[in-house]
């Protein structure tokens, strides 16, 4: 077994509870994949003091926790990206949908002691409460049917692109009244950073009150 790899083969009490931790979780979720929700989480990082970052990567049959710096901070991956970005620690997650919620109390108790954590990943959402959801769409509108739920429950939405958001295609569905909405060209990194990035804090700092 590799150094900083954990396989679930675990008794159950070693497990954590997601309530234990006392820190603030920020989701990032999307469309599709190659959305940009590795780029969207690296400039959260770079904003946000004393956050540590999860990665999840759907698999077919096992589940593990790596935290192997050696792997980790590996350039132009997801999680070296994340390290790079000043991320506090970078856990990367990988397992079924339907048995990640062992790794992800895991990787959670691992966050002890930072001020937050950034959980990248649609399926994630399910298994905690996150006190904020961002999730990323880009101009065409086009959202994978298993990404749906996730835009549903965004308190935030990034449209990632160019253009106008009055010239974009998105659905009804995830233009709502109540959401914050941004637009971001994440392959550029341009556009309305400053000011989801106040927005954020703002949050943050009402949470604390």
Same mark, same amino acid.
């Given at each position: 077994?590799?150094?900083?790899? /954990? $396989?679930?083969?675990?008794?159950p009490?070693?497990?954590?509870?997601?309530s234990?931790p006392?820190?603030? #979780?920020? %989701?990032v979720?999307?469309?599709?994949?190659?959305?940009?929700?590795?780029?969207?989480?690296?400039?959260?990082? &770079?904003?946000? &003091?004393? $956050?540590?970052?999860i &990665?999840?990567?759907? /698999? !077919?049959?096992?589940? &593990?926790?790596?935290?192997?710096?050696?792997?980790?901070?590996?350039?132009d991956?997801?999680?070296?990206?994340?390290?790079?970005a000043?991320?506090?620690?970078?856990?990367?997650i990988?397992?079924?949908?339907?048995?990640?919620?062992?790794?992800l109390?895991?990787?959670?108790?691992?966050?002890? =002691?930072?001020?937050?954590?950034?959980?990248?990943?649609? !399926?994630?959402?399910?298994?905690?409460?996150?006190?904020?959801?961002? $999730?990323?769409?880009?101009?065409?509108g086009?959202?994978?049917?298993?990404?749906?739920?996730?835009?549903?429950?965004?308190? #935030?939405?990034?449209?990632? %692109? !160019?253009?106008?958001?009055?010239?974009s295609?998105?659905?009804? !569905?995830?233009?709502?009244?109540?959401?914050?909405?941004?637009?971001?060209?994440?392959?550029?990194?341009? =556009?309305?950073?400053?000011?989801l990035?106040?927005?954020?804090?703002?949050?943050?700092?009402?949470?604390?009150?």
């Amino acid at each position: 077994m590799k150094r900083g790899t /954990t $396989f679930l083969h675990l008794p159950p009490l070693i497990l954590y509870p997601l309530s234990m931790p006392k820190f603030r #979780i920020i %989701s990032v979720t999307g469309a599709h994949s190659k959305v940009g929700k590795t780029t969207l989480c690296s400039i959260l990082l &770079k904003n946000l &003091k004393g $956050f540590g970052a999860i &990665k999840f990567t759907k /698999t !077919s049959l096992y589940a &593990k926790v790596v935290d192997d710096p050696a792997i980790i901070t590996q350039k132009d991956t997801d999680t070296g990206i994340m390290s790079e970005a000043g991320a506090e620690k970078v856990i990367w997650i990988q397992s079924p949908f339907n048995k990640l919620e062992d790794p992800l109390n895991i990787a959670m108790g691992m966050m002890a =002691g930072l001020k937050g954590v950034i959980v990248e990943g649609n !399926s994630p959402v399910d298994y905690m409460e996150p006190d904020l959801i961002v $999730f990323i769409v880009g101009e065409d509108g086009q959202i994978k049917p298993s990404a749906m739920e996730s835009s549903k429950k965004a308190d #935030i939405i990034i449209i990632s %692109s !160019s253009k106008d958001i009055k010239n974009s295609t998105l659905p009804d !569905s995830v233009l709502q009244e109540k959401r914050e909405v941004f637009r971001i060209d994440l392959a550029k990194k341009e =556009g309305e950073i400053d000011k989801l990035v106040a927005h954020v804090n703002n949050i943050l700092i009402d949470l604390q009150l």
